[in-house]
């Protein structure tokens, strides 16, 4: 298990949080060549705490949780509606992704393995509210039984990689700007101008899809769970 979470903050976390700091990684290549920036770069990267742990990955460590901080937010924004997590609205009888026949296996398993009864039409009808908590609960429940299943696992870190990469997609957006402005008044490099301008692009057509990503890669998940479910049933 422990091997598995390392497994997921390093893909999840700490894979996202070097994609967005390329910007950062460029901008000290131009400003390493001046050899007392250069020498003072080194010390600080190489500098250890105790335990032996760099100062490079204290940083690295801190600057992954604030964009999984911003990434949270955006995952709230998104799912955070009349509608819920892919989890949640896939199985209720209102979205049609799922067939109704479908629905009511996964329902008569809910109701094997937990002793849950799910509500049905009628009852998700009147109260989609109450519907729509009940299932979230029961959820849970699915995922501690499902574990890291075949390639639920696999789903879930490619859902928390892009997650964490649209979250980190808008420091990434600050440090090119900063790049620019430094570009102009004081590198004045037109490569460090033109890098930089190209990965704003980058950043910001993320930033600009990130409803769409998170929506897509959350529903491959849910799809993934629920399916692993039915199939150990």
């Known amino acids: ?25 460029v901008l000290w290549f131009f400003l390493s060549k001046d050899i007392i920036i250069r020498e003072l770069s080194d010390y600080l990267i190489n500098l250890k705490f105790y335990g032996g742990v760099s100062l490079s990955a204290v940083s690295l460590y801190f600057y992954a949780q604030v964009i999984r901080a911003t990434a949270k937010h955006y995952e709230k924004e998104c799912f955070d509606n009349d509608r819920g997590f892919p989890t949640t609205y896939l199985l209720t009888y209102a979205d049609d992704t799922f ?83 430094l570009g102009f008044w004081f ?4 490569v460090l101008i033109i890098a930089s301008s190209i990965l704003l692009v980058l950043y910001s057509v993320l930033l600009s899809y990130r409803k769409s990503i998170l929506l897509q890669n959350g529903e491959a998940y849910a799809k993934q769970l629920i399916s692993e479910f039915v199939a150990e049933g």
Not at 10 to 17: E, G, K, Q, V
Not at 106 to 122: A, E, G, M, Q, T
Not at 187 to 190: L, Q, R
């Open 1 to 25: 298990m422990q091997k598995v979470t390392e497994t997921h903050g390093l893909y999840a976390r700490f894979f996202p949080a070097v994609c967005t700091s390329v910007p950062v990684f």
């Open 99 to 181: 067939s109704a026949r479908y629905k009511d296996t996964v329902r008569s398993l809910i109701n094997k393995y937990f002793n849950l009864n799910l509500p049905d039409p009628l009852e998700e009808e009147q109260d989609l509210l109450d519907a729509q908590r009940r299932i979230a609960e029961a959820v849970r429940l699915v995922r501690v039984k499902v574990g890291d299943g075949q390639l639920v696992r696999k789903y879930n870190i490619w859902y928390g990689f892009f997650r964490n990469l649209t979250g980190g997609s808008l420091y990434g957006m600050g440090f090119c700007a900063l790049n620019i402005l």
């Open 187 to 190: 590198v004045k490099s037109a």
